[in-house]
């Protein structure tokens, strides 16, 4: 795979909650190419989940630059932000997170059309009925509360909505990490289908190494809001070389069997 397209680049992005004098985010650096699955590891609490929300504007940054393709997204005019937006999207553990629990799945995708596309009713319908059979539901879907689907229905439904806007970039933060462990494959096999289908660039955030060796190309692990080692995802599980990486391994607990990429 030839990656040499810098999708994004991160440069000494900061974050500190000033209530709790936590810095989540420690002067972080780093890029993502085009096409690639990066893997961001750590415990819980080190600060991935800011990071992805300080990369999406989702949260302020004290300092620090953000470009996506070339243009710093701390700089750029609300407009821009949000047609910057539809190109970054996210994936949260929780689906309740990103699904409204009184619109059905139906609308909730559709919803997406009318913001940012100017279709018209009947091709929002096939479209999303597209989407929906994408992620592996269907039409039967469409008038579904969220509160009608299992675990694992409702991830895909979550992913549908996202891969509504026709993203360039996501963010999957802890995609599995609630559901049960025979979901958690189908869904991975679903966003690494997806990804080689679309050519997505994803930020995986995990804190289990085994689902990110089972994923990702590359992989950062980060501790305290700080990035302690960075590389292949073989070459780490192989010869990892920080202590910290070493307990990660140990403990993490899913598809260990599966050969890492
Ligand atoms: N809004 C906030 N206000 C104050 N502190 C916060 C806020 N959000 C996060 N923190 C703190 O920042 C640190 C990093 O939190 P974060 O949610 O980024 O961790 P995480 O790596 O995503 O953890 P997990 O794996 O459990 O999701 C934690 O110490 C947390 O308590
Ligand atoms: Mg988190």
Not at 58 to 82: H, P
Not at 151 to 173: K, M, V
Not at 205 to 216: E, N, Q, R, T, Y
Request: hydrophobic letters at 40%.
């Amino acid at each position: 795979m030839t990656m040499h397209l810098e999708l994004l680049k991160i440069d000494s992005l900061h974050k500190t909650f000033k209530k709790h004098k936590v810095t989540a985010v420690d002067n972080a650096s780093f890029s993502i190419f085009k096409g690639e699955v990066l893997g961001l590891v750590g415990e819980s609490g080190c600060g991935k989940s800011t990071l992805a929300k300080l990369i999406l504007r989702l949260i302020d940054a004290d300092k620090g630059s953000i470009f996506y393709k070339n243009k710093d997204l701390l700089k750029i005019s609300n407009g821009d932000m949000r047609k910057a937006r539809k190109d970054l999207q996210i994936i949260f553990q929780d689906p309740y997170a990103s699904l409204d629990p009184s619109m059905r799945i139906g609308e909730v995708i559709e919803e997406v059309y009318s913001i940012h596309k100017n279709v018209s009713w009947h091709e929002r319908k096939n479209k999303t009925i597209e989407l929906l059979e994408t992620v592996g539901l269907g039409e039967s879907y469409l008038n579904r509360l969220p509160s009608e689907l299992s675990g694992g229905e409702r991830q895909r439904a979550g992913i549908a909505r996202t891969l509504a806007t026709d993203p360039e970039f996501i963010i999957c933060d802890e995609p599995v990490s609630s559901l049960d462990i025979s979901i958690q494959a189908q869904i991975l096999n679903l966003l690494i289908e997806l990804q080689k289908r679309k050519n997505l660039t994803y930020l995986f955030i995990s804190h289990d190494l085994g689902i990110i060796a089972s994923v990702c190309d590359r992989v950062i692990v980060m501790r305290s809001g700080k990035f302690v080692e960075e590389g292949q995802c073989e070459a780490i599980f192989i010869n990892p070389k920080h202590d910290y990486t070493k307990e990660l391994l140990t403990s993490s607990i899913g598809f260990l069997d599966k050969k890492p990429k």
